[in-house]
């Protein structure tokens, strides 16, 4: 679908929501992202929208007559988690954003809904956005797969199916973590050296990765490939995706099927589902296809349109130690990068992943792989930006990382900004790591 | 849990239902399995217990006081799926069982529910029988392994790996389809030759696996792994998988995170969930362990009970070309071959998937892999039984198999017997071939 800018887009727009206007929120009245909250004491899970530091209740706004949408959208508005609401297309979620953004402009001829439909952010819980009933992980950074190559095999980083084909495999849905739920380090089987026979332990190579996630809207059916050209009408939004990760537990289980066990013992996932409509204005070219690199086969191949398929989101991960954060300091970069540094764009994700006749469903998640780009400081996991343990990382406090430590807890924010548009962001993924249920 | 056998495994008990007793029936009073049902007509899943031809509608004989349940038990029998009712555990199961064999056996001092409770078999359109939350593949059979192997690295098959660590991946849940579903040949990227560039189409070298799947009962939480002495009560059920492959695409896609579309276009569920109460009777050693192989490390160790963790199921599958099928031909057998032939159990298989915390939940699937034996004709896929190809199979009309055709229909049973107690059966898990959507 081709989307216009409309009046949801206007960079001169404000709310009568104060915060909404606070330089470095990422929640301004252009963003308006999804989530599902809690209320305190309350155990009800109800869909709401950030405006600055406060979250809009939609289905006590529309109840109220507050937010004019139509009766229809009622049932999905006031469900507990957002796969109907998603699950009915690019259009609803068009809708939906006007009548939002309808209500909370500042010049909005509207009555102000009441009271409770707006709730502080600090004072909520924030629930996982969707339930989540396939998850995919793809690696469709370039940077990635060449770093982790060279360290497997030197003389051939990149395998010759790279630039041909989104690689890509399916991870564990029960697993996936809402933002905030500690990590616990998985024990498993770990081979220290080819020579020596496996033992059980707790990992010794615990990782994060940072990754971008595409949240499925509208479904696709079995049997019936979505075009590239389509692809995007299936997509509803983006989120920040830690993609937790034991090395050493992969290095040892992955062959000949792929990565289990040292990933599906949690993912975690960020609260706020920015749109891709939120997103249209932060759309760019992707970086990183070379001039010698083979054409896109006909499925993969974007159009005039799909020239801008990528989305210009500025990822940073930070790390805080146990120690760090009992002194009272703030977190340290780790690394920053941006998504427009994939080799692959979500459409072309999409489109990849359902050539085959693999159906979608509303809410189903698909996950960028780790985001890295070619520069210094610009590697979304420590696996290469300590190049496996190599090149430690000092801390403020002189702590030294090769990899997490339990007690270490990582967040990531990813914002997109550009000249005279209002910022926005996704809010941030945070876990901190717990250590191991027993010494093993 | 250690089971009891009870009176439900009386191998003299029959059932006033006169075709539990016929010769052949996969469904005497011992089995009872499990199913989802709709009657002709309605849009209802309803869910039953197999009887000889008939099913029993559980939700209806409950209501009308024939079968005699605690009234705790309504919700999750009159539920559209048997998710709930698995996730109560191993104890309700058998209450439910008891139930059931106390109102069907000859002698039963029930009134006889009335007529509509019992619908023939024939009568109804059988469903998926859970909502798969995640489905995982694993590779359990040495044998399977090890000609797989031989393809790829005739010096050295299995890798290191192998005899230490039960092999899994995570497989697709969204297009997992009832036996009966049509199966579509997907489309993928495939590389005919590693000097030539992949091109676009349908797969030509469609593949069938014959897989056990093993149902989850009563949940795991995150971060809480299951002992290996505790894995089978959290397994409900088994049933048949097939496990549709497309090798050309596998081949080009899988290096390096494992398979993705040559597997994800859909897997195959048999109807009937036979309980591991059913099959208590058909408790086995596993035939595979070696003298020289590694023990097994600490948590996939079996103790004194262990050493009877596999379960006696003979495995067929049969064949039918759109030819023979006009011609009246019955269908061919490709292959046969036991469940216990795996190198790890059912048990070793749950604890191994959770030993790093990862979470079950009620109707999540774990499929065996490939069964395959070490006997020619025993090996569970074409990839196998034609060696890559290159040992076409003939079929009664002539035609020559290298792999499946366009309307070929594959049909897996698998069956428990032993002397002196009736064979006991899973029904069938069917799939016919179609067609690719539109030549690519």
């Known amino acids: 679908m081709t989307l216009q800018l409309d009046q949801t887009h206007d ?19 252009q963003n308006l992202p999804l989530g599902v909250f809690r209320r305190p004491g309350s155990g009800e899970s ?21 937010l004019q949408l139509e009766p229809g959208y009622y049932d999905c508005v006031a469900a507990p988690r957002l796969n109907s609401l998603l699950g009915r297309g690019r259009r609803a979620l068009q809708a939906v954003r006007s009548a939002v953004f309808a209500l909370l402009r500042e010049d909005s001829p509207l ?5 409770d439909c707006l709730v502080a952010s600090a004072a909520v819980e924030l629930l996982l956005p969707v339930e989540i009933g396939d998850y995919t992980d793809f690696y469709a950074s370039i940077h990635h797969a060449t770093n982790v190559g060279k360290m497997l095999r030197p003389d051939q980083p990149l395998l010759p199916n790279y630039k041909w084909i989104p690689i ?11 933002s905030g739920t500690p990590v616990q380090r998985p024990v498993g089987q770990i081979r220290p050296s080819p020579d020596a026979p496996p033992s059980v332990h707790a990992t010794k190579a615990f990782d994060y990765e940072c990754e971008v996630g595409l949240v499925v809207g509208k479904g696709s059916a079995l049997g019936h490939p979505v075009p ?8 509803a939004a983006l989120c920040l995706v830690n993609d937790w990760s034991a090395r050493d537990i992969q290095a040892w289980e992955y062959q000949p099927l792929g990565p289990f066990l040292a990933k599906n013992f949690a993912t975690s996932l960020s609260p706020w ?18 001039p010698g690199d083979p054409a896109p086969l006909d499925y993969l191949a974007p159009g005039e349109r799909g020239s801008r398929a990528g989305f210009a989101i500025e990822l940073e991960v930070g790390i805080t130690s146990l120690r760090m954060r009992s002194e009272g300091i703030a977190p340290m970069r780790l690394s920053r990068c941006s998504f427009d540094r994939m080799y692959w764009s979500p459409a072309q994700l999409v489109a990849h992943h359902t050539m085959n006749g693999c159906n979608l469903r509303p809410g189903d998640l698909l996950a960028s792989g ?9 590697q979304g996991c420590l696996l290469e930006l300590t190049w496996r343990g190599s090149h430690p990382i000092t801390l403020p406090t002189g ?3 090769r990899f997490l430590e339990d007690g270490d807890e990582i967040v990531m924010r990813g914002t997109c900004s550009r000249d005279g548009y209002p910022r926005i962001g996704f809010g941030e993924c945070r876990g901190v790591v717990l250590a191991a249920s027993e010494s093993a």
């Open 273 to 290: 589902l920015v749109t891709l409509d939120a997103l249209e204005p932060f759309r760019v070219p992707l970086a990183d296809r070379e």
């Open 228 to 235: 590239l050209g389509e692809a995007e009408d299936h997509l």
């Open 11 to 29: 960079p001169r727009a404000t709310s009568w929501v104060p915060s909404a206007q606070r330089a470095g929120t990422d929640f301004p009245i």
């Open 168 to 178: 890509g495999y399916h991870g564990r849905a029960s697993s996936i973590v809402a």
């Open 370 to 378: 780790t985001v890295s780009g070619p520069d210094p400081g610009s």
């Open 46 to 66: 109800r869909i709401g929208v950030a405006i600055g530091d406060q979250v809009l209740d939609l289905a006590r706004a529309m109840a109220i007559g507050a």
């Open 111 to 115: 009555p102000r809904p009441s009271e």
């Open 399 to 401: 702590e030294v990382r």
